[in-house]
């Protein structure tokens, strides 16, 4: 499965949007995005998920170039309740339940 | 719905004791997995189940049992506690679905510390 790349950390002030993106340049054809998120020591929160085309949902909107080697998590008007851990996971059907966490990107949504 | 639950939430060993961290989940989900997160770190998978009677390995299951003998129930036996399994522990549940992606559902987490 291909591996992501994602920013240590980000800021974005409060009712702003947050644009957190993610490479996965070595994405196959039958691999999926997930974006999950890890709220202070709570359990990972899934976000949202995509396979060619963008998506939307309550949450967040994911937007995935056209040849699928990088993907943006939108969440359109963050607040501090935001702050949290993203995660971007490129995962094949097979593998959906062997999830890998990397490190991820440390969201940090000030007043 | 409870969702997934975990208990105990907090518990302290001490090194060579032996316990079982339990999960359940009543969404009739068919998947099951459990992973562990050390401080600072990305989750990492120990086993997992796609039903009842079925388990797998993930990447760190040393040390680590499981069983599955219903749908709502994966516990993870811990057989001889070591200081490096002090870690949190999270256990997730998945539909099955006709397309394989869907998203996992995580418990709250059981914070154990082997002394």
């Known amino acids: 499965d291909a591996k992501t790349t994602q920013p240590t950390s980000m800021d974005c002030a409060e009712g702003r949007a947050a644009n957190l993106p993610c490479n996965h340049s070595?994405?196959?054809?039958?691999?999926?995005v997930y974006w999950y998120r890890q709220i202070h020591s709570q359990g990972p929160q899934y976000i949202i998920h995509?396979?060619?085309n963008n998506e939307t949902n309550e949450m967040a909107s994911l937007i995935i170039t056209e040849d699928r080697k990088s993907s943006t998590l939108i969440l359109p008007h963050a607040t501090l309740r935001d702050t949290a851990v993203y995660y971007c996971?490129?995962?094949?059907?097979?593998?959906?339940?062997?999830?890998?966490f990397g490190t991820g990107t440390r969201l940090q949504v000030f007043p | 719905n409870a969702g997934v639950t975990q208990t105990p939430k907090f518990q302290v060993l001490k090194t060579g004791q032996s316990m079982t961290l339990q999960c359940a989940q009543d969404?009739?989900?068919?998947?099951m997995s459990w992973y562990r997160q050390d401080p600072g770190m990305g989750l990492r998978l120990i086993h997992y189940?796609?039903?009842?009677?079925?388990?797998d390995q993930g990447e760190v299951p040393n040390g680590y049992n499981v069983s599955r003998s219903t749908t709502e129930d994966f516990p993870l036996r811990l057989l001889s506690a070591a200081p490096s399994q002090t870690s949190v522990y999270f256990c997730?549940?998945?539909?099955?679905?006709?397309?394989?992606?869907?998203?996992?559902?995580f418990g709250p987490g059981t914070r154990l510390t082997v002394l």
């Open positions: 997730a549940s998945r539909l099955r679905t006709s397309g394989g992606a869907s998203e996992q559902f």
């Open positions: 070595t994405i196959s054809g039958n691999e999926y």
């Open positions: 995509g396979l060619k």
């Open positions: 996971i490129v995962r094949a059907p097979r593998n959906t339940d062997k999830l890998i």
């Open positions: 969404m009739n989900h068919e998947y």
């Open positions: 189940s796609v039903g009842a009677g079925i388990t």
